[in-house]
């Protein structure tokens, strides 16, 4: 089974510019998850799809940042435009169903380097 | 609302001896509490998980956790570990929203093991 598939894996970009990443989570899941993991913190949930719909963007900056999972299953998160604090690792995850028992899929994330 | 404290942000041991990485959480609701760990440039991988029942809970690269509710800890222990268990270790607690049903993982800033040979 594939697991969670993520790109670019590293991406360096000026203040200011736009930035996208992409994920494409495990096949038949229906909930698909993007974190943000600034260096030497923990993962901090930025937004959680359920198929196609937003379920909780309360921690999504929303004046710079937007996602979209527009067919249910890939989705796209966007930077526009970056500051220097976004420099993160993006982690997308995905799982089954909603559910707060369940295990979530990683991808192996997106390093932003905002210069 | 829910927050999660590791106390150790790293921890040096040598290969084959005992480790104990330390979590505590709090949270106003029954919990459920997770351990996912980070090798360097991949992403995170879950090694064990409590639900209710057994306070022990057994997962994989022979970890195991208990869980103490009176104390609201969940300290992962791995009785002798291998220089392959070198990674960043992350508690991570859920419960219910009770808004919409939905799940939500908190993460503590994670503790760095570091095995010496």
């Known amino acids: 089974e594939a697991g969670v598939a993520q790109s670019p894996r590293y991406k360096i970009i000026e203040k200011r510019q736009s930035v996208a990443f992409w994920c494409n989570p495990i096949?038949?899941?229906?909930?698909l998850y993007w974190y943000q993991q600034i260096l030497g913190q923990g993962p901090k949930l930025l937004i959680q799809f359920q198929n196609n719909g937003v379920v909780d963007d309360s921690q999504l900056p929303k004046d710079r940042f937007s996602a979209e999972r527009l067919k249910g299953v890939d989705s796209t998160l966007k930077i526009q435009p970056a500051k220097l604090e976004d420099s993160a690792v993006y982690l997308c995850?995905?799982?089954?169903?909603?559910?707060?028992?369940?295990?979530?899929?990683f991808g192996p994330g997106t390093r932003l380097t905002v210069l | 609302a829910q927050s999660v404290t590791q106390l150790d942000s790293q921890v040096p041991v040598f290969e084959e001896a005992p480790v104990e990485l330390r979590c505590n959480y709090s949270s106003s609701v029954s919990v459920y509490l997770f351990w996912y760990v980070q090798y360097p440039n991949q992403g995170l991988q879950l090694l064990l998980k409590y639900l209710s029942g057994s306070t022990l809970v057994k997962g994989i690269n022979g970890f195991e956790a208990e869980f103490n509710k009176s104390q609201t800890s969940f300290h992962l222990r791995k009785p002798s570990v291998h220089i392959s268990d070198t990674a960043e270790y992350f508690c991570?607690?859920?419960?219910?929203?009770?808004?919409?049903?939905?799940?939500?993982?908190?993460f503590g800033a994670g503790t760095r093991l570091a095995v010496h040979p």
């Open positions: 991570a607690v859920s419960d219910l929203q009770f808004s919409g049903g939905y799940n939500k993982l908190i």
């Open positions: 096949s038949g899941h229906a909930t």
């Open positions: 995850a995905s799982s089954p169903r909603q559910g707060a028992y369940l295990e979530q899929f």
